[in-house]
């Protein structure tokens, strides 16, 4: 977490990962992270919300495949945020 991050209140630091979640680059992940922060983010824990933008620096090809199942994902991914994503993504 940066200096900058520290300071910002929970509320703007959901707005923050939604609006990243929803203009990612790629309009199939748009719609899946989209969809995933605004349902999910405000009942996250602040751990959970780490994970979270940690996960989202991926690049967009990456974290589709995961999601989709297409591709393995790698170890340090494949944690509760993945499952969250991957059950997600099966409920739609």
């Known amino acids: 977490m940066t200096a900058e991050t520290a300071r910002e209140t ?3 630091r ?7 979640s ?4 790629t ?3 748009d719609l ?9 983010l405000d009942d996250f ?3 959970l919300l780490d994970e979270y933008e940690a996960l989202i620096e991926n690049s967009d090809p990456d974290l589709y495949m ?9 170890e340090a991914w494949n944690g509760e945020i993945m499952q969250r994503l991957q059950d997600f993504k099966l409920e739609d």
């Open 10 to 12: 929970r509320e703007n």
């Open 14 to 20: 959901i707005k923050r990962l939604i609006y990243r």
């Open 22 to 25: 929803i203009y990612t680059g």
């Open 27 to 29: 309009k199939e992940t």
């Open 32 to 40: 899946l992270l989209g969809g995933f922060a605004r349902r999910n």
């Open 45 to 47: 824990s602040e751990q």
């Open 66 to 74: 995961w999601i989709s199942r297409r591709k393995p994902v790698p």
